[in-house]
C-alpha cells in the first residue's frame, strides 16, 4: 500500500500565513484586504487560482501576474511563520514512514512546499513530492499522482490519496486509487462529502486504523 497525502488542511494548518500574504499582495496593488474566511475559502487549486479569485482577475490575464509574484514572494518568505501540523500530523507519520511508503502530492508552489516540510520536520517522511508548479497539470487532474505512482513504482490501485479538499479525492478516484477524505480547517464536511470518497474521516488520527483494516482486508484476499 502506498499513501499519498495532500499538504495544507490535511497535515499543516496554514491558514494565517496564507491569508496575510494574499492581503499583503492586494494591499501591493491598491486593493482592499478580504476577511480570513474569504481567502481561506480560496485555498486548494494552486497560487494562481488563488490570486485569480482574490483579485477578480482571470488566471491567463497578464494583469494577475504583478499580484501573483507580490503573493509568491512574500508568502516564500514567511510560509512558517504561523504554520503547524495538524494535531496528530507528525505522530501519524513517524507511524506510517516505518511500515509503508509515503508521498505528498500538493498544489502548493514548490519552493514553499520544500520549506514548509522542512520547517516542520516532515520532509524526511516522503519518497517523494509533486508540487503544483512541477508540470502543467494539477489536482484534480490525475497526473500528478500518477507521476507519484510511476516514480515509486506502485500501482494506482494500490494507493491511498489523502487529503481535505474535493480536488484531492477527484484526482484519487480519476487515478484510480483509494480516496479518503480527510474533514479539516478549509472545506466544510458537506463538500467533502459530496465527492463520496471511500472513507470519510473527522481527523488525521483516524487514518492509521483505517490503513490498517485496509492492508488486513487486502492481505486476506491475497
Known sequence: MFVV???????????ADIVRATNFALAAGGRAPLPDQVVTSYVGDGARTLMARATGISESDPDLEPALRVFLDY??????????????ALALLVTLHRRLPLALC???PRRTTERVLRALGMRAFFQAVSAGDDAAEKKP????????CSRVGIAPASTVMVGDG???????RR??????G???????????????????????????PLLYRWRRAQATKE
Open 5 to 15: 497525502f495532500d499538504l495544507d488542511g490535511t497535515l499543516v494548518d496554514s491558514r
Open 75 to 88: 508568502y516564500s518568505a514567511h510560509a512558517t511563520d504561523q504554520t503547524r501540523p495538524m494535531t496528530g
Open 106 to 108: 500538493t498544489n502548493k
Open 141 to 148: 487532474h490525475p497526473a500528478p499522482l500518477l507521476g507519484l
Open 166 to 172: 474535493p480536488q484531492d479525492v477527484d484526482c484519487g
Open 175 to 180: 487515478a484510480g486509487a483509494r480516496t479518503v
Open 182 to 208: 480527510i474533514v479539516g480547517n478549509i472545506v466544510p464536511r458537506a463538500a467533502l462529502a459530496e465527492r463520496a470518497p471511500d472513507a470519510l474521516l473527522d481527523g488525521i488520527g483516524e487514518l492509521g
